[in-house]
């Protein structure tokens, strides 16, 4: 089992930033990928980054340019660098780590992006 705390969240203006981060404990040697996705309530949850263990990464295109997901092993810690924020991004956003059987999901962290 993989445990997740996200940490970060809050209210920003437009055009500001925030950094999440997400600390995954228990059976850590066996995550693969992480990543973060964001929900709007009445919507699906989608993909914002992801990165592997081995650092490659993945953006939506709506926050290309803008966000960076980076990640510390020693540390079991993944982090969202979200810069020029837009209201647009208001969302929950939920940390994920994937091992070979399932991904994990953690509690999210609501990010309010204020015009």
């Known amino acids: 089992q993989v445990q997740l705390v996200e940490s970060g969240g809050g209210l920003v203006q437009a055009g500001g930033s925030l950094r999440l981060s997400c600390a995954a404990s228990g059976s850590t040697f066996r995550i693969n990928a992480m990543g973060w996705y964001r929900q709007v309530p009445g919507k699906q949850r989608e993909l914002v980054a992801s990165?592997?263990?081995?650092?490659?990464?993945t953006y939506a295109d709506s926050v290309k340019g803008r966000f960076t997901i980076s990640r510390d092993n020693a540390k079991n810690t993944v982090y969202l660098q979200m810069n020029s924020l837009k209201p647009e991004d208001t969302a929950v956003y939920y940390c994920t780590a994937d091992d070979a059987l399932r991904r994990y999901w953690g509690q999210g962290t609501q990010v309010t992006v204020s015009s």
């Open positions: 990165i592997s263990m081995r650092g490659t990464t």
